[in-house]
């Protein structure tokens, strides 16, 4: 099963297959095909909610004749991205380059190239600003979230990511107004 992950700026969007699909050959614990992440072609008011975020990955997956179950890499008050993720490993971007092998690799060390490739695999290196709203720390999830991405009030904010940036950047980077539309992870 894939899923989407929105590391939101706005956030990207990643495939996630649960180890229930492994080959006979396979390790136990790989997957017959790696996942795959993506930042959504197209931003998104903040106010779209954990629900609304995975659908807007699940539509742009779609549209580009991506499969699987796609979830945004985003946190509220309740629900951590991290554990959107439990059980699966393995992402790529669109266009096949490797991200990180593991969730751990992912939070401890960042992505291994920028995930700046829509789910399109049109390339976004050059955009600025590159944010993805997130709500994300490498600690979880933090109460800069919009209100649990439920507003788009310009007296709130939201915590974002740049999905140009490695490290720990590709997560958390700023705290973004919410009256600004990004993209997924």
């Not at 969007?13 to 997957?31: I, M, N, R």
């Amino acid at each position: 099963m894939r899923r989407c992950l929105a590391l939101i700026p706005l956030s990207a969007c990643q495939l996630v297959f649960s180890l229930d699909q492994e080959t006979p050959d396979a390790p136990l614990d790989a997957p017959t095909k790696p996942n795959v992440v993506f930042v959504t072609s197209i931003p998104f008011a903040a106010d779209i909610g954990l629900a609304g975020a995975d659908q807007a990955c699940r539509d742009r997956a779609k549209s580009a004749g991506l499969d699987g179950d796609f979830v945004a890499w985003l946190s509220d008050s309740t629900t951590s991205a991290f554990d959107r993720l439990v059980g699966s490993r393995g992402w790529v971007r669109t266009d096949g380059v490797p991200v990180a092998d593991s969730l751990d690799e992912l939070l401890g060390r960042g992505p291994r190239v920028p995930i700046a490739v829509t789910e399109n695999s049109e390339s976004l290196a050059l955009l600025t600003p590159a944010r993805v709203r997130t709500g994300t720390t490498l600690a979880g999830p933090t109460t800069s979230n919009c209100s649990d991405w439920s507003t788009t009030n310009t007296m709130a904010f939201g915590l974002s990511g740049e999905f140009v940036s490695g490290g720990n950047e590709f997560t958390e980077s700023i705290e973004a107004n919410c009256s600004e539309s990004q993209r997924l992870l």
